[in-house]
């Protein structure tokens, strides 16, 4: 199925994006439409042809917002040429409407300064209200041709046609102007945060410079293979993943990782695409081709983060639907009634206090803000180097109460070192157990087999080996020329009836048996990482209960979770255990945030209510399973995270509880006639204006650092 993205450029009425959205999502040659209003972006999986999918969703934004232009998306080239474009045009289209509004806001006052009840002030009233109202009494005309009764600019029409009925210039005049004063400060402050989130996520290299046939050519990163010689310049991004074979320079890595601290790379290093090189000039081979790098991973997974929407925001949707008919139809008793029952000849007191209803009917304010909070937020995470896979998941980590950890790699550093060896007795000498140690452990990717041939040498290469097994979360068996070797735990040798000499310590134990004959044991250790002190001193302030799952042995984990103060700890499980536990913690109620670097814990990430990888950006397993990324190895990043999705979610709540408090109260006020269309039409606008400004607060959030 083939995935495509439109651009809505000009899109600004968030409650018409979303019927476009869901006119859209009745064609049949669209799956999974999404329409991401933060970024003016229609996403859908085509079915059949394409382009008459494309040709339909045209027409049906033609028809609900005709000043939007659509363009299928490009090339990064293609779609910076056309933003720089709108950007012209978009400056010409201010000016004029400033012209406009400010023109209308001069004629109304004038009107005013006359005095509303001249005849002389009428005509300036009418220009006043022609000039400010004309596009939303054009729309209100072609909408409800179409039948949408409930469309904002109708309704607009309709109150201020109903004050212009019972004589009330001035106000409806007010209504217009202030009405589409607010739109114009909306359309400036949303475009203006969804500018600054797409920057921010503007991690997309340009070019690469590569050398070809002994010349150095530029070329679109996409066009590079495996393999090929980039040069990078001070101030370039890294366009590919790759290894540094020339040059030497300091590094910022903040655009992937948060860090803002720079780092020294030099040849041998690696380095990540979407880096900046910021002092010498480096050479870099290729490790992978564009779509696999880190910078293309990183933006498909920021790119689709839209189409999982947070319950909250699917909530706002749905009360949109609502809200509108609902206050409608209250208006309309509001007028009649009180006229039925107490007769008509306080008619126009109750008109007016209906019209008055209408002015607020639009539920903007919410249908803008709430998105625009949550896709801040996301920004606001990446900024940091988190990424969330979507508001749901940004929505779900606020409502964390249990956070479980994994410790191998996650709370300790994963890099173990050999620490003690012992052998079985006096037949048999440490060389002789580093052998057999080697061979086996040479095909394992587990951190414990890279400390055991770090220590060992590379393994003797006379000796075949005929069969290999890792047994994930215990071990491995090598059929071998010598013999069967087989390397792991104590469970690992029972299961094999091998006898195991007890050794008393803390550490990480890897045993090693010869043909079902034990043969000595490999100590091993770990380091705690520095932050994971104070990440779980931060879990437990906040009232999150820690805790660590592994499959290494009881003393090594009960070493580790008293040196953490970790309130619950499992050893030496398997990883479907692992599993087990996660979903009875699950099923017992908890919200429960896993964080794993993906080695074999794939599956729980899955099935956490929020599953977080680590360190993992390496993994596609991890990416793929968890729900967040954590750009770096520091399980303090969770601290960041949660902190990041506890403040949108209350900007969220505070934008909701305030746009509704402020639409109730002047509904209560009005239908006792203490209410104005002044106050109800400033309201609207206000609570719409500050609402959108509050969500951007979250884009500049700092959540608290965690010392290390
Ligand atoms: P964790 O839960 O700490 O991430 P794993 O599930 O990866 O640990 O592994 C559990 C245990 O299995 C390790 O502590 C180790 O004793 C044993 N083990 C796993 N792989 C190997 C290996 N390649 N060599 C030796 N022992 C291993
Ligand atoms: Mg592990």
């Given amino acids: 199925m083939e995935k495509v993205t439109l651009n809505l450029t000009g899109l600004g009425c968030a409650n018409c994006a979303a019927?476009?959205?869901?006119?859209?999502?009745?064609?049949?040659?669209?799956?999974?439409?999404?329409?991401?209003?933060?970024?003016?972006?229609?996403?859908?999986?085509?079915?059949?042809?394409?382009?008459?999918?494309?040709?339909?969703?045209?027409?049906?934004?033609?028809?609900?917002?005709?000043?939007?232009?659509?363009?299928?998306?490009?090339?990064?080239?293609?779609?910076?040429?056309?933003?720089?474009?709108?950007?012209?045009?978009?400056?010409?289209?201010?000016?004029?409407?400033?012209?406009?509004?400010?023109?209308?806001?001069?004629?109304?006052?004038?009107?005013?300064?006359?005095?509303?009840?001249?005849?002389?002030?009428?005509?300036?009233?009418?220009?006043?209200?022609?000039?400010?109202?004309y596009k939303v009494l054009h729309k209100s005309f072609r909408n409800i041709r179409r039948g949408e009764i409930f469309d904002e600019n109708f309704l607009m029409s309709l109150a201020t046609f109903g004050a212009i009925a019972i004589g009330e210039y001035p106000e409806a005049v007010a209504v217009m102007i202030f009405y589409e004063i607010g739109e114009y400060f909306q359309d400036l402050a949303v475009n203006r945060s969804k500018r600054a989130i797409s920057s921010l996520m503007d991690i997309r290299p340009d070019q690469a410079t590569v050398l070809r046939n002994g010349f150095w050519m530029s070329v679109s990163p996409e066009s590079v293979s495996l393999g090929e010689t980039l040069m990078v310049k001070p101030g370039e991004r890294v366009p590919l993943d790759g290894i540094i074979i020339e040059g030497s320079s300091s590094i910022d890595t903040s655009a992937l990782t948060g860090e803002s601290v720079p780092r020294f790379i030099t040849k041998g290093d690696d380095v990540l695409s979407g880096s900046v090189i910021l002092s010498g000039v480096v050479q870099v081979k290729a490790t992978s081709i564009y779509s696999e790098s880190t910078v293309a991973r990183i933006l498909s997974l920021v790119e689709?983060?839209?189409?999982?929407?947070?319950?909250?925001?699917?909530?706002?949707?749905?009360?949109?639907?609502?809200?509108?008919?609902?206050?409608?139809?209250?208006?309309?008793?509001?007028?009649?009634?009180?006229?039925?029952?107490?007769?008509?000849?306080?008619?126009?007191?109750?008109?007016?206090?209906?019209?008055?209803?209408?002015?607020?009917?639009?539920?903007?304010?919410?249908?803008?803000?709430?998105?625009?909070?949550?896709?801040?937020?996301?920004?606001?995470?990446?900024?940091?180097?988190?990424?969330?896979?979507?508001?749901?998941?940004?929505?779900?980590?606020?409502?964390?109460?249990?956070?479980?950890?994994?410790?191998?790699?996650?709370?300790?550093?994963?890099k173990f070192k050999v620490h003690e060896i012992y052998v079985a007795n006096d037949s048999i000498d440490r060389g002789q157990l580093s052998k057999l140690a080697a061979i086996a452990e040479s095909h394992s990717n587990h951190p414990i087999a890279k400390s055991i041939l770090d220590y060992t040498g590379d393994y003797d290469r006379s000796v075949s080996l005929n069969k290999i097994e890792e047994v994930s979360g215990k071990g491995v068996i090598v059929e071998t020329s010598l013999g069967k070797i087989i390397a792991g735990n104590l469970s690992l040798m029972n299961e094999n009836?091998?006898?195991?000499?007890?050794?008393?310590?803390?550490?990480?134990?890897?045993?090693?048996?010869?043909?079902?004959?034990?043969?000595?044991?490999?100590?091993?250790?770990?380091?705690?990482?520095?932050?994971?002190?104070?990440?779980?001193?931060?879990?437990?302030?906040?009232?999150?209960?820690?805790?660590?799952?592994?499959?290494?042995?009881?003393?090594?984990?009960?070493?580790?979770?008293?040196?953490?103060?970790?309130?619950?700890?499992?050893?030496?499980?398997?990883?479907?255990?692992?599993?087990?536990?996660?979903?009875?913690?699950?099923?017992?109620?908890?919200?429960?945030?896993?964080?794993?670097?993906?080695?074999?814990?794939?599956?729980?990430?899955?099935?956490?209510?929020?599953?977080?990888?680590?360190?993992?950006?390496?993994?596609?397993?991890?990416?793929?399973?968890?729900?967040?990324?954590?750009?770096?190895d520091e399980p303090s990043k969770i601290i960041e995270a949660i902190a990041i999705s506890k403040k949108t979610k209350s900007v969220v709540t505070q934008n909701i509880v305030f746009a509704l408090g402020a639409k109730l109260l002047i509904m209560a006020l009005g239908t006792v006639g203490l209410s104005s269309m002044w106050m109800a039409i400033f309201a609207d606008v206000g609570v719409a204006l500050i609402a959108v400004l509050n969500s951007t607060r979250v884009l500049g959030f700092k959540p608290p650092s965690v010392a290390k």
């Avoid at 609902?326 to 309309?332: E, G, K, P, R």
């Avoid at 709430?370 to 996301?378: A, D, R, T, W």
């Avoid at 090693?512 to 302030?541: C, M």
């Fill in 19 to 133: 019927k476009i959205e869901s006119r859209s999502k009745s064609l049949a040659g669209a799956d999974n439409v999404v329409l991401d209003f933060s970024r003016s972006r229609l996403t859908f999986e085509s079915k059949g042809d394409a382009d008459a999918t494309i040709q339909a969703i045209k027409q049906i934004v033609l028809d609900l917002e005709p000043d939007v232009v659509v363009s299928v998306a490009g090339a990064p080239a293609e779609t910076k040429a056309t933003s720089q474009n709108s950007g012209l045009s978009h400056w010409i289209h201010d000016k004029k409407e400033v012209a406009r509004l400010f023109s209308s806001l001069a004629l109304f006052l004038i009107g005013i300064i006359i005095g509303s009840d001249s005849t002389i002030a009428l005509p300036f009233f009418l220009v006043a209200y022609l000039l400010s109202g």
């Fill in 497 to 632: 009836h091998i006898d195991v000499m007890p050794i008393n310590s803390p550490h990480t134990q890897v045993h090693i048996a010869l043909d079902s004959k034990y043969q000595g044991t490999f100590e091993v250790r770990d380091e705690i990482k520095a932050d994971a002190f104070e990440t779980v001193a931060a879990l437990h302030s906040s009232q999150i209960e820690v805790h660590m799952l592994t499959g290494d042995r009881k003393e090594a984990a009960v070493s580790v979770s008293a040196e953490l103060g970790i309130d619950k700890v499992s050893s030496e499980l398997l990883p479907e255990n692992k599993y087990e536990i996660v979903d009875a913690l699950i099923r017992s109620g908890k919200n429960v945030g896993f964080v794993g670097d993906g080695i074999n814990d794939a599956p729980v990430l899955a099935l956490a209510s929020v599953g977080i990888s680590m360190g993992a950006i390496g993994s596609d397993a991890a990416i793929e399973a968890s729900d967040v990324v954590l750009m770096t």
């Fill in 304 to 414: 689709n983060a839209t189409a999982n929407k947070a319950p909250t925001e699917n909530f706002i949707t749905k009360f949109a639907r609502y809200y509108t008919p609902a206050v409608v139809l209250f208006a309309l008793g509001l007028v009649l009634v009180p006229s039925l029952l107490f007769g008509f000849d306080q008619f126009n007191t109750w008109l007016y206090r209906g019209l008055i209803f209408l002015v607020i009917s639009c539920p903007c304010a919410l249908v803008v803000s709430v998105p625009l909070g949550f896709f801040s937020g996301i920004g606001n995470a990446s900024k940091h180097g988190i990424l969330v896979k979507g508001s749901n998941y940004l929505e779900a980590l606020s409502q964390i109460d249990t956070v479980v950890f994994d410790k191998t790699g996650t709370l300790t550093k994963g």
